[in-house]
């Protein structure tokens, strides 16, 4: 036989192996393809695209919300000069989440239908193809946090080398999205609880905390102030408005400015940017304001814990609801593809800048048929509504508390964290939930994974009976 065709076998035997998530697979890229013939050239956010965009050119920290993980993938892509190449980019690594579901699960012995169902979400998910479309920073952080959580999940104790990768996959998701600090934390935490061998842990927590270390200082070079963002406090203060009552609160003359005003909205992340909101009414701006809206966030959490805690329950649950709940209500929470036409913000005044320095064809998004007719079909079946996802978390925390090497107790409660994290710093938001959902799903499928030598001989045997005559 000759050489090339040999070396072919492996590989042919591993697509074999793994046929149903195959086609599973070329069936997500299709409908990849699909979203970038039916909406050209992508989609954009009023602030956050143009501000990554932006950034991507002018590489240094921003004092406002977004670190600098995004732009350092948009600045790698900047050659092209395409929003429609980063969308591209975005969309491949939807289909690599998939993929570290999939051979996460089958690695542990999972059978290969039960694999395919658990990252059917990501890869199907009418919701995940929209947001990989636009040009925001959550499919690069969906996939750094789902490798980290899939490599730790591999076994018990984690090598040295899994320890220290984890650890800079989950330090790259904190500097795309800084909601993901506390999830270091929280992985050491369950290692912890999990006895493995201190240098282990130590050599993770050194990966994970020395490149945000080195970014905060870098921030604190820039702009003064050690730190990863200029903003966080503004946000637990726009956290605080929906139940905030100064007459319980008490605060001092210097933070009594930033008490509700009678201003009334339907959603907490909506003061953050409504120019009749108290905080915006202050001269200096957000990057101004930002340390004496935290003092006040944390008086009124102080004062008004169980309030604070109803207002986080509440607004979490809304993740569970059979059909999406508009929070605010002015947005499309799910079921956004239609026909129509996006023109670029009039009131933007970086849209000229990005256009000059990053995208010379850069123009709004629209809807090309009958590739839009096919999405806009196919987004209502093609939804995971809100109780499967409390069952797939259910499924997740039986698997954690359950099984005697309680593998499944990692994902879960970053999944968790995920849900609950962003609630209690600003808002819901369903663009929030979607990272939730495939590390939700790894963990459920880890509930019903085989300790990692029942794995082992299962994958043996398997290869035994695959194995060619002779």
Known sequence: MPAYPRRLLPVLAGIGRHRAFTVALVAAAALRVVTMLGYPPARMYWYDSYTYLHNAVHLRPEQGFHPIGYPLLLRALLPFHSVEVVVAVQHAMGLATGVV??????????????????????LFDASFLRLEHAVVSDSLFILLVVAATALLARRPVPSTRAAATAGLLLAGAALTRTIALPLILLVLLVLAVRRVPWRRTAVLALSGLLPVAAYATWYGGVHGRFGVSGTDGVALWARTMTFADCAVIQPPPDLAPLCPNGTVLDASGEYVWAKESSLNRLPGGHVALNDRARAFALRAVAAQPVDYLRDVVKDTALAFAWTPVAHPARTVPAFGFALDTWPLP?????????????????????????????????????YLRGPLLAAILLLGAVGAVRRPWRTAALPWAVAVTL???????????????????????????????????????ERARERRREAPVG
Not at 101 to 121: D, F, H, K, T
């Open 346 to 382: 009039a009131d933007q005044p970086l849209v000229e800048q990005v256009r000059r320095e990053y995208d010379p064809d850069l123009t709004g998004m629209r809807s090309v048929r009958p590739y839009a007719d096919l999405l806009i079909a196919y987004q209502y079946p093609a």
């Open 101 to 122: 579901v999939y051979a996460a699960l089958r690695g542990r012995g999972l059978p290969g239908w039960a694999a395919v169902a658990a990252s059917a979400p990501v």
């Open 419 to 457: 849900l609950v994290a962003p609630v209690a710093v600003l808002d819901f938001d369903h663009r929030y939930v979607l990272p939730v959902v495939p590390v939700a799903c790894l963990a459920a499928g880890l509930a019903f994974a085989g300790p990692p030598r029942r794995a082992a001989a």
